[in-house]
């Protein structure tokens, strides 16, 4: 015990015996309010005698939490008594109508967005932006997909009067972004695109594509591997068997598939893989040395990979949702989650 300093007993006592809440309070301020006494003495420390200081400040430290928890014990004693005593008093009345609680939430496309751009900005990429409407030198023609080439085709494209382009993928934010930035360069653009398609269970004219591209020195397919990889593995939060299949895509060489084991037979078939026991997933591959150059950037120095997912099939395989049309209606119901 420390001469001059309050007894741990008396502080304990005088919060016991606080007969309701103001009295706490006023024990509180007394004791350890900004301009209490334990805080007082603690900043008295910083003159005493260097021999005596980390005594005094053990001692110090003992009161406060004494003090502390002194007051916590008299705090949930003198809580339990107002309740008991409005209880008493009927003014609690246990059939009247509960609260209401706020009802709605997040968008499965709003929540799954979130943890993508939350995996991949730990990985330094950015989240980047561009246009809905397009122009054909950013939706095709930097893409390596000439004028009048059959493969435009693949994207059943809509034009306006104008001949602009609501975006077919959101390969046309990649494009941007190798125009505007340097090289090393870490995007994901994740968007709205746009498609002539007939609408069914598993098409939409209109869906979201996050696509990624990775600009550096010595890219090479093992890197887009990988990232494709942990992806997966974080989105569908097990490790899912993954593979490779050779696809073409006219901005990529090599341009790959990766298939993921399906989640809802566990890679045995079902009629949702159709027997294969795999979903295609991901299309990617190492950025065409063409589509480099249209941006200014020299394939003799640079490399990247980029890839580009369907992003509603993913949260429909995340959360169980078998019509695509239900992420648009108002009638969402999510069935199960994996
Ligand atoms: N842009 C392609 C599509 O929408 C997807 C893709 C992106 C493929 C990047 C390969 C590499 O079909």
Redesign the pocket.
């Known amino acids: 015990m420390q001469a001059g300093f309050p007894e741990v007993s008396t502080i304990v006592q005088e919060a016991a015996s606080c007969g309701d809440h103001a009295a706490l309070e006023e024990f509180r301020l007394r004791w350890l309010g900004k301009k209490g006494e334990i805080t007082t003495l603690l900043k008295s420390l910083g003159t005493a005698p260097p021999e005596e200081r980390a005594a005094r400040g053990a001692a110090i430290h003992v009161l406060k939490e004494a003090a502390q928890s002194a007051w916590d014990t008299r705090k949930v004693e003198l809580d339990q008594a107002a309740e008991d005593a409005a209880l008493h008093a009927g003014w609690v009345d246990v059939t009247a109508p509960s609260m209401a609680r706020p009802l709605g939430r997040l968008h499965p496309i709003t929540l799954l967005l979130e943890e993508v751009i939350d995996h991949f900005t730990g990985l330094g990429f950015e989240v980047a932006s561009g246009p809905e409407i397009e122009d054909e030198f950013h939706n095709f023609d930097a893409l390596n997909i000439p004028k009048d080439h059959p493969a435009r085709d ?2 059943d494209t809509f034009y306006t009067d104008r001949r602009e382009i609501p975006r ?2 959101t ?1 046309s934010v990649q494009i941007r972004a190798m125009q505007t930035r340097k090289p090393p360069i870490r995007v994901i653009s994740p968007g709205r ?1 746009f498609r002539n398609e007939t609408i069914d269970a598993t098409h939409h004219a209109s869906f979201n ?1 996050v ?1 990624g591209l990775l600009v550096d020195r010595h890219v090479t397919v093992a890197h887009l591997k990988h990232t494709l990889e942990t992806l997966v593995h974080k989105l569908m939060g097990r490790r899912l068997e993954t593979r490779f299949r050779p696809a073409f ?1 006219p ?2 060489e090599p ?1 790959l598939d990766l298939d993921v084991q399906c989640v809802f037979c566990s890679g045995v078939g079902c009629s949702i893989c159709k027997g294969s026991g795999y979903i295609e997933l991901i ?3 190492l950025v065409h040395p063409k589509v480099l150059a249209s941006c200014g950037l020299d394939p003799d120095e640079w490399q990247g990979f ?3 997912m369907g992003f509603d099939r993913m949260v429909m395989m995340r959360y169980g949702i078998d019509d695509i049309r239900r992420l648009y209606d108002g009638r969402l119901q999510l069935v199960r989650q994996f």
Do not use: C, K
Request: proline letters at 6%; hydrophobic letters at 40%; glycine letters at 22%.
């Open positions: 693949v994207w077919t993928h390969s695109v594509q696509e895509y901005f990529v341009g299309p990617g591959g980029a890839f580009g």
